[in-house]
């Protein structure tokens, strides 16, 4: 059993006067790597990942084709950030383009209005294969922005990420 429950309360049919868990918001999270945290970020995109299938044709079987996993494969994490003194990012990647590999493990963490943790996703073995520095515009008197592109070889969350986060919701219905 992977932990996936059907019942009419999960799908829609909410008992009433309790509402349906309201999502998490997207805007208040952090980033660390190899256990310091390296920055402000304003966005992680990323966070994904597919299984890979193959087809398999069985003969005599005209109706479908059978689709077997092969394998799973992360996304890149791009991370992105106003650009300050900090130039621990420009270094690690600088060093990986002269051939100084150095990968790193680290962790996306979505936090509260307390900033405290509210579940988080782990990666492993990352890897810096392109930065982007800022773009500069002499009429522009906004912040400049760099971003890093990670490749990872996979994203883990794990359990007490998830129990964590379920009993947040719990506690979020019982406010109601």
């Given at each position: 059993?992977?932990?996936?429950?059907?019942?009419?309360?999960?799908?829609?049919?909410?008992?009433?006067?309790?509402?349906?868990?309201?999502?998490?918001?997207?805007?208040?999270?952090?980033?660390?790597?190899?256990?310091?945290?390296?920055?402000?970020?304003?966005?992680?995109?990323?966070?994904?990942?597919?299984?890979?299938?193959?087809?398999?044709?069985?003969?005599?079987?005209?109706?479908?084709?059978?689709?077997?996993?092969?394998?799973?494969?992360?996304?890149?994490?791009?991370?992105?950030?106003?650009?300050?003194?900090?130039?621990?990012?420009?270094?690690?990647?600088?060093?990986?383009?002269?051939?100084?590999?150095?990968?790193?493990?680290?962790?996306?963490?979505?936090?509260?209005?307390?900033?405290i943790?509210?579940?988080?996703w782990?990666?492993?073995?990352?890897?810096?294969v392109r930065?982007?520095?800022?773009?500069?515009?002499?009429?522009?008197?906004?912040?400049?922005?760099?971003?890093?592109?990670?490749?990872?070889?996979?994203?883990?969350?794990?359990?007490?990420?998830?129990?964590?986060?379920?009993?947040?919701?719990?506690?979020?219905?019982?406010?109601?």
């Amino acid at each position: 059993m992977i932990g996936l429950s059907w019942a009419p309360a999960v799908i829609g049919n909410w008992v009433p006067g309790v509402r349906p868990l309201d999502p998490f918001p997207g805007f208040n999270f952090a980033v660390e790597i190899e256990g310091l945290m390296v920055g402000g970020f304003t966005s992680v995109d990323g966070l994904g990942g597919e299984i890979r299938t193959t087809e398999y044709r069985e003969g005599g079987v005209n109706g479908y084709v059978h689709r077997l996993p092969d394998c799973a494969t992360s996304t890149n994490l791009v991370l992105k950030h106003g650009l300050t003194a900090n130039s621990s990012l420009w270094n690690w990647y600088d060093n990986a383009a002269r051939g100084v590999i150095q990968r790193c493990n680290g962790t996306i963490m979505m936090l509260d209005r307390r900033q405290i943790p509210l579940m988080w996703w782990n990666f492993r073995n990352a890897l810096p294969v392109r930065w982007t520095g800022p773009a500069l515009d002499a009429s522009s008197d906004g912040i400049i922005f760099e971003s890093i592109e990670l490749a990872h070889e996979g994203l883990s969350k794990p359990l007490a990420s998830q129990a964590l986060a379920a009993a947040h919701g719990l506690a979020q219905m019982a406010r109601v």
